[in-house]
């Protein structure tokens, strides 16, 4: 059978590993960073699993934090208007959020245990023919490196050149949560938005604060601020951006206590959104084959990177169950199988990034109005290709208004 | 709801409007042949329904030959070397092919006589944006005219210039067939393939006999020889072209009653087998799409473009039936839906229009060995994805003969 390599291990490479070792497929991972490097490591991301991707872990047996007093049901949102508008929606199943410092480590031992190889090494460019020849497909799950390099840029689904937010992402305590849990969506027109995350850490059950920040704004200072130089200035700084850019989440810090919960867990920066060309032919007919990030790099403002990541790694784990040859048909079948979500995913967060246009505003409205209409865009963000249907033109998102104002006047 | 336009009355379109008309949605057909024109035309085709079409026709309630004497169980494969080999492969279940003549004004009847609406007319230029301003979609289901030049050529999918065989297409009298019926392939190495198809004719069960010439040998005859110009001379063409090239049909005719059915059943010449982008965009921003040949013109050997355009019908039905609005959204999930299996169908035809790699001399080989194998082989005529599966590589025919013969030492 298969003999597959796995470059990187981040959900996509993970995912993928033991989707394989469950079926008895060789799968060797290699990665440069051990299971004990995490847990001194700075702030990896923000993350939410929705319960898609959850329903993969229990099928990987791999849901090591099932209690339900962790996961969160629903989306708060927070229009910050001068007069603000606050309203709910739904998930049909609810989501849940580890540090993946908690959880990578976790699913490599996981692999580890049940026998699966990993090798702790650094990939140069000179290790690329050995790869080739050695198996016969390379799975590359990682972006930095000599590897993610080899795949084009696909301007079609690229139509970004520079990070459309400046991100702020930390694990904060002191943030009062909502019984049952939410993340908050709070939007400042303008300004950007803050992603508010009930997190599993290495602390308990903790606080992630996702600022979105649009380029040029003063809440760029949440990004430049750095907490080792001054822990109570950069406090401060993010406290203030609260009060002023997001006042309902202010409302909820007990600024006594609030603090990151550890000096490293924070992570400052952007991303390009970038959708890249899946696969790479080698000199010796075989190929290599892009999952996750390397892939489909979003903005996290959706929350839909690790989850389409997740969702690929296992179209792709069918697709090498049952491909007899791992040939460029292999690559045409896993494509077929993905990119429609991944792409919607890519899109609708490509879409959000710029000031909303009328019809987006008017379906915010419409949400805010509409609870049914609101929790249909909430679930979507399980099925992003759904979400995509309804938002993939502006005659789409007046339809879906008209449809829900129709449904909700037949009731 | 949407209301459609669908030019063109062959099988996609009349699929088409057919299954729109199930679903009450708003469907008008403008062609310029009407139904009484088919009963003195010249021949238009010889087509074979595969039992996946044969379910479409139920589904819409237009099969209108149930007769399972007129149906055929199983290819019966010659292979004309020095020492022929001859074997047979089964369909899970039969198939069907029916004049065209006969087969398009009935499905005409039936969606005119439940309701639905036939504008018989032809079209000009100057009606496009007319056309375009009247629906909110334009299925461009014709290849001939000024809709069906708008589609731009894949080159991608499009291997072939000119026509790879040189085709006679007739219907006959005086050729026996086997009970249960069969299509009979026979393949002459380096003069190309015979289809011998029992077919409905105006006067009941005949013999299609299609001729699919490799350019350039004596069988061109088939081809150039005008039965009105002298008929016994023809006649007398096809007698020696079945003797010399394909003898085991040319077993099974009587001379003394062989001729065609009627001096218009013939129809010779070749087609490029040609792959075209799938919409065009209007100037008003609706979309015309493409379905059937228009779309995906095959060469007939593998029997494959009515079923290829049945199949894209109802996929593109089930997408009109499912959008909120026919945008690039719509098209894109049309291509998802359909372009796979119409894909593949033109692949698999390519593949066997040039003189049999090794590998597919060595899967005609191991047919010929292996029932089983020939049954899928068969059977996949119903499903061209999977038989591109097993095709769409040398290692891949490879592998499969593998997987068979372990298959086969396993029972």
Redesign the interface.
């Known amino acids: 059978m298969h003999n597959i390599g796995i470059i990187g291990a981040g959900v996509a490479g993970l995912h993928l590993a033991l989707y394989l070792q469950q079926r008895d497929i060789e799968a060797t991972i290699v990665t440069d960073r051990e299971p004990g490097d995490y847990r001194t490591a700075p702030l990896l991301n923000t993350v939410a699993h929705h319960n898609t991707t959850l329903e993969r872990e229990k099928a990987l047996g791999v849901n090591h934090w099932p209690d339900m007093d962790d996961h969160y049901h629903y989306h708060d949102h927070w229009l910050n208007f001068p007069e603000p508008i606050n309203f709910p929606g739904h998930f049909k199943k609810p989501s849940r959020a580890v540090d993946y410092r908690i959880y990578l480590p976790a699913l490599m031992d996981d692999f580890e245990s049940r026998g699966g190889r990993i090798e702790y090494r650094r990939i140069e460019e000179n290790d690329i023919p050995v790869l080739a020849d050695r198996f016969d497909l390379v799975v590359v799950a990682v972006g930095k490196g000599p590897l993610g390099a080899m795949f084009e840029h696909d301007p079609a689904e690229s139509p970004y050149q520079q990070p459309q937010r400046r991100l702020s992402c930390g694990l904060y305590t002191g943030v009062a949560h909502a019984n049952p849990k939410n993340v908050t969506l709070s939007l400042t027109p303008g300004a950007g938005e803050l992603i508010v995350i009930p997190t599993i850490t290495f602390g308990g059950m903790g606080t992630a604060l996702l600022f979105e920040n649009v380029p040029g704004t003063e809440l760029e200072a949440t990004v430049t601020a750095k907490y080792e130089n001054d822990p109570a200035a950069f406090r401060q700084v993010i406290l203030d951006a609260l009060e002023r850019f997001h006042p309902s989440v202010y409302d909820r810090v007990d600024t006594a206590s609030f603090d990151l919960c550890q000096p490293v867990d924070i992570l400052q920066g952007g991303v390009v959104p970038t959708v890249r060309k899946s696969y790479v032919e080698f000199d010796n007919g075989k190929y290599a084959v892009a999952v996750g990030d390397v892939h489909v790099t979003v903005d996290p403002v959706n929350g839909q990177g690790a989850n389409i990541a997740s969702y690929a790694a296992f179209q792709m784990g069918r697709e090498i169950v049952d491909a007899?040859?791992l040939?460029?048909?292999f690559i045409e079948?896993v494509d077929?199988a993905r990119n429609?979500r991944c792409l919607a995913a890519a899109r609708w967060t490509n879409l959000v990034m710029p000031p909303p246009s009328e019809e987006f505003q008017m379906l915010l409205g419409a949400m805010s109005q509409n609870k049914s209409l609101c929790d249909e865009f909430t679930e979507n963000f399980n099925w992003p290709e759904r979400q995509?249907?309804?938002l993939?033109?502006p005659?789409?998102i007046r339809?879906?208004i008209e449809?829900s104002t129709m449904d909700r006047a037949a009731e």
């Open positions: 007899p040859v040939d460029r048909r079948r077929m429609d995509w249907d309804n993939g033109s005659a789409r339809r879906w449809r």
